[in-house]
């Protein structure tokens, strides 16, 4: 090959070479100096009162059209109208400059413990809402106490949380009047199941599994137990249902101020027969209805009881309640009852020296003693049902029995903590 070839080819391959140098050099610069495109940015903001998902995701900078398509996505999954205050939304934005403040990429929150709900961003209009399940780790927990000056300061000091306090009070409430019976050296023994997040903290408490209490000496045992193709329900030790027909009492928090029998009527300045009993408590105080039944009778007597409700209930039964300050919503002549439901209100209406409510309990027609009643028990065990439940509270002894006392179950700690 003469000179001149070589020469020509040392130049083409130079042209090449100052070529790639303008124009395939500044695209690698700008790749590296470019953003990454998939950079986001993340905001937390929790729903206000009164306020709703679309007003949280305009509020985090999304156009009106955005927040409700993000909510329509979600609304087959998740009922919006259940958001509490307080609800925790995570929000992901691009961080582009041609997106940011107006378009999300990405909404998650926690509806429930046991659950994530995600809605990320597919194109333009168009949103994919999923739920993600969490898995929670179930665990069984024993507290108790010694009551000293209260019920509710022992549940408090043992870590008995207060859910499953109200819990405990109204399935002993059926026989025990908590008002009068509770007394200092009295206990508490309970065994109940609660629910940790896979980061270790207790999300939820619950339900009672089974429940000592001691009054003067003597146990009292429940247990939680589900019959064949029933609900679960507490039972004692033999077997019979602890709900009874009627409550104890039908309002809580309230002092005995009057028994049944005959007594010197406070504003007619005679004896006469007071046919129930009455409970001193402020005004406004609601009042239950003591068991399932029809309202019979809802009436003012301004010479006698003021306002009152009457209600019948099943086989032979019926209550009466007077000198309310009004009644509960809803309640009229023929409307049935749930046993607990608020009927009414402490008041003073009617003959009254001050806010109270009266309350009758009426057996065949006649008044009798509310605090001497044997109330009636509601269902018994029997058959494989019974044997059955018979197993299960041999189980529950012997494990409760071996079971170590938690210092705290609040505290979010798993059972192996202690060995690390």
């Known amino acids: 090959m003469t000179g001149h070839g070589l020469a020509a080819r040392g130049l083409a391959a130079l042209t090449v070479f100052v070529w790639l140098c303008l124009h395939a050099l500044p695209v690698f610069a700008q790749s590296e100096a470019a953003p990454s495109a998939s950079a986001q940015t993340e ?48 929000i992901t934005r691009p961080t582009d400059a041609e997106t ?67 819990e405990m009070v109204r399935q002993f409430s059926y026989d025990v009047d908590f008002q009068r019976d509770i007394q200092p050296g009295d206990r508490f023994d309970v065994v109940f199941e609660r629910l940790r997040d896979p980061d270790g903290e207790v999300v939820r408490a619950g339900p009672l599994v089974a429940a000592s209490l001691t009054l003067s000496g003597q146990a009292q045992r429940i247990f939680r137990f589900t019959p064949r193709g029933g609900e679960p329900e507490y039972f004692g030790p033999g077997g019979a249902a602890v709900r009874k027909a009627l409550l104890k009492t039908p309002i809580d928090g309230a002092r005995l101020t009057s028994r049944f029998g005959m007594r010197n009527h406070p504003i007619l300045g005679f004896s006469r027969m007071h046919a129930g009993v009455d409970f001193g408590a402020p005004t406004g105080t609601p009042v ?57 209100f402490v008041g003073s209406t009617g003959l009254s020296t001050g806010p109270h409510l009266h309350y009758e309990v009426h057996r065949a027609g006649r008044p009798v003693n509310p605090t001497a009643l044997r109330m009636p028990t509601g269902r018994s065990l029997t058959g494989p049902d019974l044997r059955s439940f018979q197993a299960h509270v041999a189980e529950q002894n012997q494990r409760w029995e071996a079971m170590p006392m938690a210092v705290d179950p609040r505290v979010a700690r798993r059972p192996d903590d202690e060995a690390r």
């Open 43 to 90: 905001e937390r903001l929790a729903l206000k009162r009164n306020e709703t998902l679309v007003q949280v995701l305009m509020r985090a900078g999304a156009t009106s059209g955005e927040a409700h398509e993000i909510a329509a996505s979600l609304r087959p999954l998740v009922d919006l109208r259940d958001l509490a205050i307080g609800q925790e939304f995570v």
């Open 100 to 166: 940011e403040g107006s378009r999300l990429s990405r909404v998650s929150f926690r509806p429930s413990p046991d659950r994530d709900a995600v809605v990320e961003r597919l194109g333009a209009g168009a949103w994919a809402a999923n739920i993600i399940p969490r898995r929670l780790e179930r665990e069984t927990v024993r507290v108790s106490g010694t009551i000293t000056h209260s019920l509710a300061r022992a549940a408090d000091q043992s870590g008995l949380p207060a859910e499953l306090l109200v």
């Open 288 to 344: 239950q209805a003591a068991g399932d039944g029809v309202v019979e009778r809802v009436s003012h007597e301004p010479r006698g009881y003021g306002n009152l409700v009457r209600i019948r209930h099943s086989g032979e039964f019926a209550t009466l309640y007077a000198h309310l300050s009004r009644f509960g919503p809803g309640i009229r002549p023929g409307q049935r009852v749930r046993q607990g439901q608020v009927i009414g």
